[in-house]
């Protein structure tokens, strides 16, 4: 298709809780939480962080790689289940953030850990009908567990935002593929504070059914066997889903471990399977053919088959890459962690 | 909890973008932006310029008893910066620890939370800095 991508940029805030702190307040075996699920540590939002903060630095850092004058962008789109209003879009105070406005179009997406890459999708669109020049499409959250819940060792802060368009592309995209269910696997109502989940259930009929359909559908779709794809990256809510899908569909680890970010930043949510692509990007040196599935609860899963161009690395290295977020950082106990999170209440 | 809204509305360009003014007349930079140069006055040329958010730390202060709504992040930074364009400018200095604040040492923009109208009301975001990791 026409329209690629043509810049990418990332953020993590700096402060981290790792899972053995959490472990230890709520009576747990640290080695069994870290063996299970192969997160040693997550990253938390500064106290005047928020998706909204998170969007306009990652925004900044994609626009920090090209020449790209910001009030050429038509459109931005902003996924997260952590908009900081119920009632006015995060995208707007990008857009003004950025210097995109007024001459564009903006709305915020919502479907769980997979609404960047939607936005991804929605930003294609227009750039191949040719509504628009550029589009830019983030996913960020700040995620939030309850106390004492599994969620609590994984649900992390971070985004990534991606302008497509197409011209001077750093990576092509071949071909986009959907797979979308209603399976109740994890939501949060309105006005509640904390997701609630269907434990084990988020497995087998929510992550895998839609990470294997989607990416084997993608791949049947174009003839493209596992071998033929340099790299791929999931959604990553632990270390072992993405591992175990990647494994199930006939991928080795030299493909799907650089794009495995979980580990050290925990589920950053909507901006997981995206900042596993940044890191991958920031790899590569043009040629390489990478797949990338999103999945969302509720539920449903974008996949993607991009061809890396000789371009990226003429941008990689003009903002942080994924490295740099990951050296520079302030560890929590679990106090101050609950100070941060809000999750102490003055009176 | 609404009167400051259209305030702060109109100072979004400034407090979101570093946008200040600069005199193409004297060279001048000005943040917040002004209208008029105080130079040059009515030969003054006033045109709109984004700054870098990159400076030096002119002086500093350590607040540890916070403002309203800033209780829970004491002690914290308040810096006056010299912006590489020339403008000095007040704002809070995070993700450092106070201890690690020095007179001259470089630091860059980012973007964040100020303040809110409580929880019902508007977000403030806008400029704060953060310590750099190398010279500007």
């Known amino acids: ?347 | 909890m609404t009167e400051g809204v259209a305030r702060f509305w109109r100072e979004i360009p400034h407090r979101y973008r570093l946008l200040g003014s600069k005199c193409d007349s004297c060279g001048r930079v000005f943040f917040p932006p002004r209208v008029l140069c105080p130079e040059c006055r009515r030969k003054g040329n006033i045109s709109r310029v984004a700054l870098s958010g990159k400076g030096k730390i002119y002086s500093y202060t350590i607040v540890k008893d916070g403002a309203n709504g800033f209780e829970r992040q004491v002690p914290y930074v308040i810096a006056l910066i010299k912006l590489e364009e020339g403008p000095l400018v007040a704002g809070q200095i995070v993700d450092c620890s106070p201890d690690e604040v020095e007179v001259g040492k470089p630091v860059e923009l980012v973007f964040r939370r100020v303040s809110e109208d409580g929880e019902e009301g508007i977000i403030y975001y806008g400029y704060k800095f953060r310590l750099a990791e190398e010279e500007n």
Not at chain 1, 315 to 324: L, T
Request: glycine share 10%; hydrophobic share 40%.
């Open chain 1, 1 to 347: 298709m026409k329209a690629g991508i043509v810049s990418y940029g990332i953020y993590i805030p700096m402060y981290r809780i790792t899972a053995r702190e959490i472990a230890k307040i709520w009576g747990k075996d640290p080695k069994e939480i870290e063996n299970g699920l192969l997160i040693k540590e997550k990253s938390v939002p500064g106290i005047d962080e928020d998706t909204v903060t998170i969007s306009v630095e990652a925004a900044r850092n994609c626009i920090k790689r090209v020449r790209v004058d910001p009030s050429e962008i038509g459109a931005i789109f902003v996924g997260s289940e952590s908009h900081p209003y119920a009632v006015k879009p995060t995208a707007t105070i990008v857009g003004e953030a950025i210097g995109a406005t007024p001459e564009m179009t903006a709305a915020d997406y919502e479907f769980a850990c997979k609404a960047g890459t939607a936005g991804i999708q929605t930003s294609l669109g227009l750039v191949n009908s040719g509504m628009i020049k550029y589009g830019l499409a983030i996913g960020a959250d700040t995620a939030q567990g309850a106390p004492g819940d599994p969620l609590e060792y994984s649900a992390s802060a971070g985004g990534a935002a991606f302008l497509i368009g197409s011209k001077d592309k750093i990576a092509e995209v071949l071909d986009t593929y959907s797979f979308t269910t209603d399976t109740p696997d994890f939501w949060r109502r309105e006005g509640k504070a904390y997701p609630r989940h269907a434990g084990r259930f988020t497995g087998a009929p929510a992550y895998f059914k839609h990470i294997i359909s989607a990416s084997r559908g993608i791949m049947e779709r174009n003839s493209i066997e596992p071998k033929e794809i340099d790299y791929v990256v999931f959604h990553q809510p632990n270390g072992k889903f993405p591992m175990r899908a990647a494994k199930l569909l006939g991928f080795e680890k030299e493909q799907y471990l650089p794009g495995i970010v979980v580990t050290q930043i925990g589920n950053t949510y909507s901006a997981s399977s995206l900042i596993g692509l940044s890191a991958v990007l920031d790899v590569c040196n043009g040629g390489e053919k990478v797949l990338l599935t999103s999945f969302g609860s509720g539920a449903g899963s974008d996949s993607f088959l991009l061809e890396v161009t000789d371009k990226i690395v003429e941008i990689k290295d003009k903002a942080p890459k994924f490295s740099e977020f990951i050296r520079r950082k302030k560890y929590l106990s679990y106090g101050e962690y609950l100070k941060l999170s809000g999750k102490i209440k003055l009176s």
